[in-house]
């Protein structure tokens, strides 16, 4: 909203500082954060009064009880507020005629409702954990699909894939980049989902991918940022920053209430639509396979899981203690503020291996 008032800009000179996507990013990022302070103790209290509490019990892994004791009957659900409040940003600090904002916004709201669905099913059915991984599965490739066809028939975005550290060499996937982008989907929104698990672990990580993803969509939304570092240029891209700096404001915000020991758990109405919304953000600015890099914490707790399953059905046994990765280190004594700490170190690690090859190449 407040973009278009530089329009009045030959009227009101001053009014020419909504043109620039760094005011506006910056904006965004405070919009969210205050957002999320002021308003999260009435979700928070509200939360409480309709009883939607975590039920911390572990059946799967009775093992892990002694840590979750503490966190019987915390409140839920509260990416509400966190996927609420960047809405709120998204609609008064951005271009809404982008295309590409455009795109990312209705990804965010898609799998916020997905995974209010999948709560209120966990919360509301006794003995279920959710919507089954099916239909979850089944709602996340369509909308890969979508988003990859999207891709597939724009012009000014191409289905080829920039290999990092490698500037000469460029995959093109073709058709067969839609289920690739359906994989990504999949893959950035139930790597977040796992990894929430302990307080502020998740957000903390997605604060530090998103802080990453703004930087990268700020280069390549400018022409010469993206021809001196030699990356696709994609005209309108910029207007992701916004929207990356929404997602740190909020996290931010979250973080404040969320972290140990948490007044409020986001929930997979929070962790699936941030997750999903990073992994389109990447697609569309043309940083498909670094988000491997930058969201490495994310791929370590997905691949504990993986390895697990398989290493269970193939031979019986057991990789970690426990997976996801986190819990493995709970059981092995590490204290959870240690491990929410580490895992934030690497955070940063892999966010700065990713910033490197835009020059390493």
């Known amino acids: 909203m407040f973009y278009y008032l530089s329009e009045l800009r ?9 043109r620039y996507i760094t005011f506006r990013a910056g904006m965004a990022a405070v919009t969210t954060f205050f957002l999320c302070v002021l308003f999260a103790p009435f979700f928070i209290n509200k939360l409480k009064s ?5 039920v911390a019990k572990r059946e799967d892994c009775p093992d892990l009880d002694q840590f979750q004791t503490s966190k019987e009957g915390t409140p839920t659900m509260g990416g509400v507020f966190i996927i609420g409040s960047i809405l709120i940003a998204i609609a008064l600090w951005t271009d809404l005629s982008n295309q590409y904002v455009l795109l990312t916004a209705g990804t965010m709201l898609f799998l916020a409702l997905l995974g209010w669905v999948d709560d209120y099913v966990k919360l509301t059915r006794v003995g279920q954990r959710g919507l089954t991984k099916k239909t979850k599965l089944l709602w996340e490739v369509l909308l890969g699909c979508f988003i990859g066809s999207y891709v597939f028939f724009n012009p000014e975005i191409s289905t080829k894939l920039d ?17 690739f982008v359906a994989l990504i989907i999949i893959g950035s929104s139930n790597a977040v989902n796992l990894t929430d698990g302990l307080d502020g672990l998740a957000i ?42 929404a997602i740190i404001g909020a996290s931010l915000g979250f973080l404040w209430y969320n972290c140990h020991p948490a007044s409020v758990f986001m929930g997979d109405v929070g962790s699936l639509s941030l ?4 992994g389109v953000i990447a697609v569309l600015i043309k940083k498909e396979l670094l988000l491997v ?29 426990v997976s996801p990765l986190h819990h493995h280190f709970q059981l092995s004594g590490w204290d959870e503020s240690k491990i929410i700490i580490r895992f934030w170190i690497l955070a940063i690690i892999f966010a700065l291996i990713t910033l490197t090859t835009l020059k390493i190449r």
């Open 10 to 18: 030959d009227v009101f000179s001053f009014l020419n500082i909504f």
């Open 50 to 54: 309709m009883k939607v509490r975590e």
């Open 163 to 179: 290999v990092p550290f490698l500037k000469s060499l460029v995959v093109d996937l073709g058709i067969f980049y839609l289920p």
């Open 204 to 245: 903390g990580c997605v604060l530090i991918v998103s802080l990453t993803l703004a930087v990268l969509s700020y280069l390549t939304g400018n022409f010469n940022f993206s021809e001196y570092l030699l990356i696709p240029f994609i005209p309108g891209a910029g207007e992701l920053t916004i929207i990356c700096a």
């Open 275 to 278: 997750g999903g919304t990073m």
């Open 293 to 321: 890099v930058m969201g490495g914490v994310f791929v370590m707790e997905a691949m504990s899981v993986i390895l697990q399953v398989f290493s269970v059905k193939t031979r019986g046994k057991r990789i970690f203690k």
